[in-house]
């Protein structure tokens, strides 16, 4: 089965510090990885993803993410962080066997302290 | 263009009421998906469609029913509903052709609670 895992529940940042949100995924065959943002009382908001190519993903808001297959992870990260990056982050891989769903993982709530 | 909206956005139901919840989606995609939202358990799938008139189960999909009777609609049905069934309900939505086909695209919610 395809799945994702995020070991931190919670991660602590001063607002200008560099954040990272870990992910490590379990799949068979080429994974296609995706990061999305939950702000609170909303819907999933796309941020970026990785399907093939550079190892270094760049997406939505200055967020960027690390491939790395040798130790099968998939961190989150951005320079600099902001107060209003405060929010749910979710890794997730997508499951060819379930008509392309995605397998969530159970979310990092990022906390960004002025 | 509107995306994906979600009817209702807030319910609270008695264990064995019925209700429906309803995904539309302005955006021509053919995969629909209906997920759930538990606190520390991310979000998991109830139902998949993969087109009009197509339905299939997906990792919790005890308790509910789905039907894809249009293209632009995805209806999760409770028949009889269960405190167990107290989540927040995601429907999401995917292209199969042109750019960008692998992402997913979430509707702004339903939080049901079941007293």
């Known amino acids: 089965a395809q799945s994702v895992a995020q070991p931190e529940d919670q991660v602590n940042v001063a607002e200008g510090n560099p954040l990272t949100v870990k992910c490590t995924y379990s799949?068979?065959?080429?994974?296609?990885l995706f990061w999305y943002v939950q702000y609170p009382n909303r819907g999933l908001q796309f941020l970026l993803k990785?399907?093939?190519?550079?190892?270094l993903v760049k997406g939505s808001y200055g967020f960027e993410a690390e491939f790395n297959k040798s130790q099968t992870s998939f961190h989150l990260k951005k320079p600099s962080a902001l107060v209003s990056d405060s929010a749910l982050y979710f890794c997730?891989?997508?499951?060819?066997?379930?008509?392309?769903?995605?397998?969530f993982g159970k979310g990092t709530s990022l906390l960004v302290t002025p | 263009n509107a995306g994906v909206t979600q009817t209702p956005k807030f319910r609270v139901l008695k264990t064995g009421q019925s209700m429906t919840l309803l995904c539309a989606q302005d955006?021509?995609?053919?995969?629909m998906y209906w997920y759930r939202q538990d606190p520390g358990m991310g979000l998991r799938l109830i139902h998949y469609?993969?087109?009009?008139?197509?339905?299939a189960k997906g990792e919790v999909p005890d308790g509910y029913n789905v039907s894809r009777l249009k293209k632009q609609n995805f209806l999760l049905g409770l028949e009889s509903a269960a405190p167990s069934q107290t989540s927040v309900y995601f429907c999401?939505?995917?292209?199969?052709?042109?750019?960008?086909?692998?992402?997913?695209?979430f509707g702004p919610g339903t939080r049901l609670t079941v007293l």
């Open positions: 997730a891989v997508r499951d060819i066997n379930s008509g392309y769903a995605l397998n």
């Open positions: 799949v068979s065959g080429n994974p296609y």
């Open positions: 990785y399907i093939t190519g550079d190892n």
């Open positions: 955006m021509n995609h053919e995969y």
């Open positions: 469609s993969v087109g009009e008139g197509t339905t």
């Open positions: 999401a939505t995917k292209r199969t052709s042109g750019w960008s086909t692998d992402t997913q695209y």
